[in-house]
């Protein structure tokens, strides 16, 4: 339901109408994982908040090392 509200290109509109196939949560099932490493439940939690919650798991998953002085990820400290 969320998806197809944000949907900016109409491709739900599209597969409720047939235009097309396999589309996921309609026409083709939505496997849920069953252990994932992060949830960003963008429909209850601001944006703001989503992307620091996505930063601080890359940073303890030692994806990236840290954030910058202004409280980004910094691109330099991506890992290799």
Not at 49 to 55: A, M, S, T
Request: aromatic share 4%.
């Amino acid at each position: 339901d969320v998806c197809e509200k944000r949907d900016p290109k109409g491709l739900y509109r599209k597969a409720r109408k047939g235009e097309i196939t396999n589309m996921t949560g309609l026409t083709a099932p939505y496997e849920e994982p069953e252990n994932p490493e992060l949830i960003v439940d963008t429909n209850l939690m601001p944006l703001n908040d989503c992307v620091d919650h996505l930063i601080d798991f890359l940073v303890v998953s030692k994806i990236i090392f840290s954030r910058s002085s202004n409280g980004k990820a910094n691109k330099t400290t991506l890992s290799p």
